[in-house]
C-alpha cells in the first residue's frame, strides 16, 4: 500500500518539468524523427537495399563451392559375364606377328595364295570368319578378375566457377542494386519529409490556438468589464435592462468560445505530442508563440535545382534508371555466355591407377561457352516488353517534372498573397483599436450606445482574429514552398527515448 503514494509523488514531482519544456519547431521535428516508426521502417529499407547491393557485387567474383556424396550399391560391376579366353599370337624373331605359327589350322594354295582351312578342310576367309581359326594358345580372363567392388562409393569435389562474359547482365544486375539504393533513400527522404509536414502543421496550428486562446479570453474580459459598466449604469438609469441583455448574450458567446478554442488546443497539443512520440497527457509548451513579428519570404532556388532536391524525382529517376537495366539485361540475352571453371574431384573407389579401393583425385580446368540460337520469339517480346516500360519510366519522370514546377509556381504566388493579406490585418488591427478606444470613450460618456460598443468589439475580435490566420498562413505557404522546392530541413535521427 505504501507503493501507491510513493508512485503518485514520484509523478506529481515529474509533472512540473514536462509541463515546463518549450519546444522550438526544429526540437518538435528532431523528436517526431526520432519516434517515427514509418521513417525507421524506411531506413531499415536503406540498409537492406545496401546488403543486396554488396551481394549484387559478389557475382563479379568467383564463386567457390564443396560437395560430397556416400552411394551404397547392392551389387558390384562385372565387364564379364562368364571367364574369356583371349587367343595368344606368336611372334618372329623381328618380332612380327606369325599367324602361321599361331594357329592349328592346315594351309592350302587357292589361285597361288595360302589360306587357311576350317576343321571340315573348307578353305576360308579369317578376316570375315574369325571363329574358325582354330589357335593355339590362350589366355584366360576369369570373371572374377573383371569385377569392381561399388559396393561403397564416396566422392568430393571442390571447385569455382569464374563469369568471364555475361552478356553484360552481372554489370546491370549490380546497377540495378546500385539504382535501388538510391530508390530507397528517395523514399526515406519523401517519409521524412512528410512527418516534418505533419509536425510543423500540428505545430502551427497550436500556436494559432493558443494565441486565439488569449484572444478569447481578452475579448471575455472586455464583455465582463461592459457587463460590470452596465449593470451600474441600469441601476443609476442611464442603461436599460435590454441593453444588460444584449451584453450578457455576448459575454456567454464569448465563455463559448473561449471553452471551444481551450478544447481545440488540448486536442491539438496531443495530436503534436504523438507524433513526437510524447506521452498524449503531456502539457506540453512551445516557444514560438509570439507571431508579432512578419516573416520574410524564402529566396527562391533555380528550378532545376529544385527539381533534383525532390524526393520524388529523385525515386522516378531511379525506376528509369532500373527500368533501362532492365532492357539491357533482356538484350544480354541475347548474346553468348563464358565462364571458367576448375576445381579438384577425389573419389574411392577410384579408376586413375587400375581400381583400387582409396581415395584418388585430380585438378580440372574447363571453359564454358553457352550461346542462345532460337526459342521461339521468347527473348524478342520481353525485350520490346522492357523498353515498353522504359518508356512509361520515362513519361512518368517528365510528367512529375510538370506538376512540380506548377506546385513551385502556385506556393510562391500563396507566400506572397498571405504576406499582403497579413499586412492588411496589421492595419485592419490598428483601425479596429482605434475604432474600439473611441467607442469605449463615447459609451462611458453616454453617447454611444451599447450595441455600438458591442459592433467595435466584435470588429476588434475579428481583426486579431483574422491576423492570427494570416500570421499562421504566411508560416505554413512558407514551409509548404519549401518543401516543393525541396529545401526543407530534416534533422537527422538520434533514437533516444524521450522521457515521458
Given at each position: 500500500m505504501k507503493k501507491i503514494p510513493i508512485y503518485v509523488l514520484a509523478l506529481l514531482?515529474?509533472?512540473?518539468?514536462?509541463?515546463?519544456?518549450?519546444?522550438?519547431?526544429?526540437?518538435?521535428?528532431?523528436?517526431?524523427?526520432?519516434?517515427?516508426?514509418?521513417?525507421?521502417?524506411?531506413?531499415?529499407?536503406?540498409?537492406?537495399?545496401?546488403?543486396?547491393?554488396?551481394?549484387?557485387f559478389a557475382?563479379?567474383?568467383?564463386?567457390?563451392s564443396a560437395n560430397g556424396t556416400y552411394t551404397w550399391n547392392q551389387k558390384n560391376l562385372s565387364l564379364l559375364s562368364e571367364d574369356k579366353y583371349l587367343p595368344v599370337y606368336a611372334t618372329k624373331a623381328d618380332g612380327t606377328l606369325n599367324f602361321a605359327g599361331s594357329v592349328n589350322n592346315s594351309w592350302t594354295a587357292v589361285n597361288g595364295n595360302y589360306v587357311p582351312l576350317d576343321a571340315s578342310g573348307t578353305p576360308f576367309d579369317p578376316t570375315k570368319n574369325p571363329e574358325k581359326i582354330l589357335w593355339k594358345n590362350y589366355a584366360l580372363l576369369p570373371?572374377?578378375?573383371?569385377?569392381?567392388?561399388?559396393?561403397?562409393?564416396?566422392?568430393?569435389?571442390?571447385?569455382?566457377?569464374?563469369?568471364?562474359?555475361?552478356?553484360?547482365?552481372?554489370?546491370?544486375?549490380?546497377?540495378?542494386?546500385?539504382?535501388?539504393?538510391?530508390?530507397?533513400?528517395?523514399?526515406?527522404?519523401?517519409?521524412?519529409?512528410?512527418?516534418?509536414?505533419?509536425?510543423?502543421?500540428?505545430?502551427?496550428?497550436?500556436?494559432?490556438?493558443?494565441?486565439?486562446?488569449?484572444?478569447?479570453?481578452?475579448?471575455?474580459?472586455?464583455?465582463?468589464?461592459?457587463?460590470?459598466?452596465?449593470?451600474?449604469?441600469?441601476?443609476?438609469?442611464?442603461?436599460?435592462?435590454?441593453?444588460?441583455?444584449?451584453?450578457?448574450?455576448?459575454?456567454?458567446?464569448?465563455?463559448?468560445m473561449l471553452t471551444k478554442a481551450e478544447n481545440g488546443l488540448r486536442l491539438s497539443v496531443m495530436a503534436l505530442n504523438q507524433l513526437c512520440g510524447i506521452s498524449l497527457e503531456s502539457d506540453t509548451k512551445l516557444a514560438d508563440l509570439n507571431i508579432e513579428t512578419k516573416d520574410d519570404a524564402p529566396a527562391l532556388i533555380p528550378l532545376n535545382q529544385a527539381l533534383e532536391n525532390r524526393p520524388e524525382i529523385k525515386a522516378l529517376a531511379q525506376m528509369h534508371n532500373i527500368s533501362k537495366s532492365q532492357e539491357k539485361i533482356m538484350v544480354s540475352r541475347f548474346l553468348p555466355t563464358v565462364a571458367l571453371s576448375g576445381g579438384y574431384l577425389v573419389s574411392n573407389p577410384n579408376v586413375y591407377n587400375g581400381y583400387e579401393n582409396e581415395f584418388g583425385g585430380m585438378f580440372?580446368?574447363?571453359?564454358?561457352?553457352?550461346?542462345?540460337?532460337?526459342?521461339?520469339?521468347?527473348?524478342?517480346?520481353?525485350?520490346?516488353?522492357?523498353?515498353?516500360?522504359?518508356?512509361?519510366?520515362a513519361m512518368q519522370l517528365d510528367e512529375a517534372k510538370e506538376k512540380i514546377q506548377l506546385q513551385i509556381q502556385q506556393n510562391t504566388y500563396k507566400v506572397a498573397e498571405s504576406m499582403k493579406k497579413r499586412s492588411a490585418t496589421?492595419?485592419?488591427?490598428?483601425?479596429?483599436?482605434?475604432?474600439?478606444?473611441?467607442?469605449?470613450?463615447?459609451?462611458?460618456?453616454?453617447?454611444?450606445?451599447?450595441?455600438?460598443?458591442?459592433?467595435?468589439?466584435?470588429?476588434?475580435?475579428?481583426?486579431?482574429?483574422?491576423?492570427?490566420?494570416?500570421?499562421?498562413?504566411?508560416k505554413l505557404n512558407i514551409t509548404y514552398l519549401q518543401n516543393s522546392t525541396g529545401t526543407l530541413e530534416i534533422p537527422e535521427s538520434t533514437n533516444k527515448t524521450t522521457k515521458k
Amino acid at each position: 500500500m505504501k507503493k501507491i503514494p510513493i508512485y503518485v509523488l514520484a509523478l506529481l514531482t515529474t509533472m512540473p518539468i514536462t509541463a515546463q519544456q518549450a519546444l522550438s519547431l526544429k526540437d518538435c521535428r528532431q523528436l517526431a524523427i526520432s519516434h517515427n516508426k514509418t521513417v525507421e521502417m524506411s531506413k531499415e529499407s536503406v540498409k537492406a537495399a545496401t546488403e543486396l547491393k554488396k551481394a549484387a557485387f559478389a557475382q563479379f567474383l568467383p564463386n567457390f563451392s564443396a560437395n560430397g556424396t556416400y552411394t551404397w550399391n547392392q551389387k558390384n560391376l562385372s565387364l564379364l559375364s562368364e571367364d574369356k579366353y583371349l587367343p595368344v599370337y606368336a611372334t618372329k624373331a623381328d618380332g612380327t606377328l606369325n599367324f602361321a605359327g599361331s594357329v592349328n589350322n592346315s594351309w592350302t594354295a587357292v589361285n597361288g595364295n595360302y589360306v587357311p582351312l576350317d576343321a571340315s578342310g573348307t578353305p576360308f576367309d579369317p578376316t570375315k570368319n574369325p571363329e574358325k581359326i582354330l589357335w593355339k594358345n590362350y589366355a584366360l580372363l576369369p570373371k572374377d578378375a573383371m569385377e569392381f567392388d561399388i559396393q561403397n562409393v564416396f566422392a568430393g569435389t571442390i571447385g569455382f566457377t569464374q563469369p568471364i562474359f555475361m552478356g553484360g547482365k552481372i554489370v546491370e544486375l549490380y546497377k540495378t542494386a546500385q539504382y535501388a539504393e538510391k530508390l530507397a533513400q528517395a523514399n526515406q527522404q519523401s517519409k521524412s519529409t512528410e512527418l516534418i509536414m505533419e509536425v510543423d502543421e500540428a505545430y502551427w496550428r497550436i500556436i494559432s490556438l493558443e494565441n486565439k486562446v488569449k484572444l478569447a479570453k481578452d475579448y471575455r474580459d472586455l464583455l465582463s468589464k461592459m457587463d460590470n459598466n452596465v449593470a451600474i449604469m441600469i441601476e443609476e438609469g442611464i442603461a436599460t435592462k435590454a441593453d444588460g441583455l444584449k451584453v450578457k448574450v455576448k459575454l456567454n458567446e464569448a465563455e463559448v468560445m473561449l471553452t471551444k478554442a481551450e478544447n481545440g488546443l488540448r486536442l491539438s497539443v496531443m495530436a503534436l505530442n504523438q507524433l513526437c512520440g510524447i506521452s498524449l497527457e503531456s502539457d506540453t509548451k512551445l516557444a514560438d508563440l509570439n507571431i508579432e513579428t512578419k516573416d520574410d519570404a524564402p529566396a527562391l532556388i533555380p528550378l532545376n535545382q529544385a527539381l533534383e532536391n525532390r524526393p520524388e524525382i529523385k525515386a522516378l529517376a531511379q525506376m528509369h534508371n532500373i527500368s533501362k537495366s532492365q532492357e539491357k539485361i533482356m538484350v544480354s540475352r541475347f548474346l553468348p555466355t563464358v565462364a571458367l571453371s576448375g576445381g579438384y574431384l577425389v573419389s574411392n573407389p577410384n579408376v586413375y591407377n587400375g581400381y583400387e579401393n582409396e581415395f584418388g583425385g585430380m585438378f580440372s580446368v574447363s571453359v564454358v561457352a553457352h550461346v542462345p540460337i532460337f526459342h521461339f520469339g521468347d527473348k524478342i517480346h520481353t525485350l520490346n516488353a522492357a523498353k515498353i516500360q522504359s518508356k512509361i519510366s520515362a513519361m512518368q519522370l517528365d510528367e512529375a517534372k510538370e506538376k512540380i514546377q506548377l506546385q513551385i509556381q502556385q506556393n510562391t504566388y500563396k507566400v506572397a498573397e498571405s504576406m499582403k493579406k497579413r499586412s492588411a490585418t496589421l492595419k485592419n488591427i490598428e483601425q479596429a483599436q482605434e475604432n474600439l478606444k473611441c467607442a469605449t470613450d463615447g459609451f462611458e460618456e453616454g453617447v454611444i450606445t451599447s450595441t455600438d460598443l458591442l459592433g467595435a468589439q466584435t470588429a476588434w475580435l475579428s481583426a486579431k482574429s483574422e491576423d492570427i490566420d494570416a500570421a499562421i498562413d504566411v508560416k505554413l505557404n512558407i514551409t509548404y514552398l519549401q518543401n516543393s522546392t525541396g529545401t526543407l530541413e530534416i534533422p537527422e535521427s538520434t533514437n533516444k527515448t524521450t522521457k515521458k
